[in-house]
């Protein structure tokens, strides 16, 4: 499982992160996150926004109710033995 650093212009302290899953839709990358690698754990549905020409990766968390629900469903069929709860 990779992990991956977050840092936060909120939170002074960096975050560490493992990327479960992956994907693309509509252009747009999304990443399936969790703070920890064992058990019944929080995770994050984050969305890139960072510009082409960026050379650092800019994530926000996905809020949208609708957007959400989609890309639950979409890593819950890349993850069969996950299941994500709102």
């Known amino acids: 499982m990779e992990k991956i650093r977050f840092r936060s212009e909120d939170i002074p302290e960096e975050v560490d992160f493992f990327v ?27 969305k890139d926004t960072s510009k082409e020409t960026s050379s650092d990766s800019v994530y926000e968390i996905v809020e949208d109710d609708m957007e959400l629900t989609a890309i639950s469903k ?13």
């Open 74 to 86: 979409i890593f819950q069929e890349l993850l069969e033995d996950v299941e994500i709860e709102r």
């Open 20 to 46: 479960l899953e992956q994907t693309k839709v509509n252009g747009v990358s999304y990443i399936l996150v969790t703070d920890s690698e064992e058990g019944d754990a929080e995770c994050l549905i984050l």
